[in-house]
């Protein structure tokens, strides 16, 4: 045994010797012992040398970091291909509703299928996948998917396709850069998926005035300013296509423009407060009066009766009064396409005081937006919608419309909510939103939705909440129940403030 | 116009940078309190947290995001304890000089030996670090080694002013020695001493005191005990001959109390951090106080 493990020794030292040998003394004869040290020497001193060479790259590599200076060595990991991917995020979400109403038009308003409130029964709301990364030490990108069942299909929607400056990109401190598809600096809930949402459903103002979110292709720029209070301004540049917009022609047919103000009150609550502009020209903007129009146009008939009792003396005061008797003001704006001058305003704030300071146990936080919008253009309504076909609609000049109204005038609306986090895993909260609608559309009543809520969140990344909304639009009232999960899995991004 | 923006936007930026001292980002209020130590006068520290609160759950709040915006030198515990929202805070603040990799950034688990890295990890397992477990603070030796890597950088971010940092430093680094040898000698004494813990935040401060730890209350980090579990941990604690519940200010109470009510053993809130109790007004008073809890929790009959 012992002559065996000498063995070992001997062609374990031998062995790497002898397949050096060939390499290093290819021109020499048959090795003889002489040969051999002499070829083990050269090989030392092949070893030294490179060993010096590396030594010396190390202290110069040293000599170069000092930023670096002190770091304890990374522990070693495998760095496969995967560790280059990006961070993936799925959003689950689920809901069964109820609602004592069938239709949900809003009067005055029309309602993009991104803000429909989800069928009756057991559906499928929103689903997310979200793909994120740094691209290299200037840009960052990401990605979303909005998944959506509508009408029997599934729907893919491409809500985010972004990419951001980093930090260390060569713009000056707190500038940065964004462009592609986004979810736009607009009020508190534009920037935020819908997800992170304190709601089952979004608010009124946002479901009128942007169909749920504004996320147009275009590009912002943000710049946090210097100073001890948060300073934020921005503006924007966009294509137009996207509600309250839509058919750009141009391509660069809105812009935006903000800011913010921020701080803390106190060491355990802090406040943020905004202003914003977003401005543009709509083409042919039509985002109601699809697929569920038959509906909506019962819904409307009836309106329609109502307002000519109601309103027949402001009628008369409108010139064009004549062709317009046949149909509802009211459905100009919701199935109308529009054509023509866009700006929304809005003012948006909040304040979150946490008692302890960890707002993972008890939390208090109050929201409130108001938009507010002006429009100058054209409403126009398709054939379709015309009872009585006016005899030039047949003339092949390759619009189906059969009537136009000009409108020149504001719609606004807001929302205030209050959400209490009573136990570190309960929370409850209740809304308040309320729309009114442009005057010419003649609905004669504000619009509004009481909702209260009741959540339970398991971990930061699972939620179950029960939501009941009373919409109160005149004298039609719907009661609603909503039981919904939002579950995410995977990277998820830190939501802000 | 773009011009005159890029203008206007260069001149506001050039304006803080006159300004004389260094201005200091800390994530938890013991780096802020190295940060003082260190700094001295020449420095303007700001954290990010109290201590009352637990640094995991933060939200990015504005003001964060401005003094963000304003560092010269951030200084955190790294490890993904600040992950929920320190990247909101670069990203926005949007300030190169702190960011990752940059002279003006400091995570201290890049510098010590990190305990509890997980083999695997699952959201099943909770709030859980795959970067192992982030609270090196409570282990005096690590506190030493960033106050070296703190000068370092403080020295190289504000060169003019290197020599107050090293001689600061040195008189740290002295008093910290000798309280290190007091503390040495006091954790001897509390070696083998059973603890039960709330959250597995105490594992840098059992480690290096050399307590037991015989049983977490926090089955699955991050996420509030469940009854059943708490019935395994009283099952546990009732015959392991713990001596202490200790929990952080920040843990819900209930809990700890629940436990101390059914076993009789005291439920314990050590600071933590500084400033977590107000005996713990600085890094020194932070472990004096901290022994001196346990050794009263010891002591009782």
Redesign the interface.
Known sequence: MRGFARFVRLAAIGLPVLLAAPAAGAQSGPPTAGTLAAEIDALKQDYEKRIAALEAQVAAMKAQAPAAEGKAAPTIRRAGDNSFNPAIGVVLNGMFSDYSEDSSSLPGFALGHESERPGKGLSLGHSEVAMSGNIDDKFRGGLTLGLGAHDGETEVELEEAYVQTLPGSGLPDGVRLKAGRALWTFGYLNEQHAHGDDFADRPLPYRAFLDGAYNDDGAELSVVLPGALYKEVGAGLFRGGDTPFGGSESGREAWSAYARLGGDLGRDSAWRIGAYLLDGEAHDRKIGGHAHGEEEEHGAGHDEEEEHGAGHDEEEEHGAGHDEEDHAHAEFFSDGAFTGDTRLFGVDFRYAWAPTGNARDSELTLQGEYFRRRESGEYTLEEEHCEDPSADSDEPHGHDTCETKRFDGDASGWYAQAIYKFLPRWRTGVRYARLSPPDDAEVGYDLSTVSAMLDWTNSEFGRVRLQYNRDSFGGARDDQVILQYVMSLGAHGAHGF | MRMAL?GA??A??L??AAEAQVRVLACEPEWAALAAEIGGDDVIVHSA??G???A????????L??KA??ADLLFCSGAGLE???L??L???????IV?P???GHIMAA????VLE?PEAVD?SM??IHPEGNPHVHLDPRNIAVLA??LA??LA?IDPDRAAAYRQRLASFRARWAAAMEGWRKRAEALRGMKVAVHHKAWVYLVGWTGLERVAALERVS???PTASHLADVLEAVRGSGARAILRAP?D?EDASEWLSGRTGIPAVELPFTVGGRPEAGDLFSLFDSTLGLLEETRDRP
């Not at chain 2, 995991?56 to 003001?63: K, N, W």
């Not at chain 2, 670069?90 to 190169?96: I, K, Q, V």
């Not at chain 2, 890049?110 to 030996?113: A, G, I, M, R």
């Open positions: 890029a936007l260069a506001a930026l304006a803080p947290t109290h009352g609160q637990d995991h759950h933060i939200r990015a709040r504005p003001s995001i401005a915006r304003g992950a929920g929202w990247p909101l670069l990203e926005r603040g949007a300030r190169r960011q990799g940059q002279p890049d510098h010590v030996e890295r959201r909770g709030d070296e890597v370092s950088r190289h991050g996420v509030p920040y819900p």
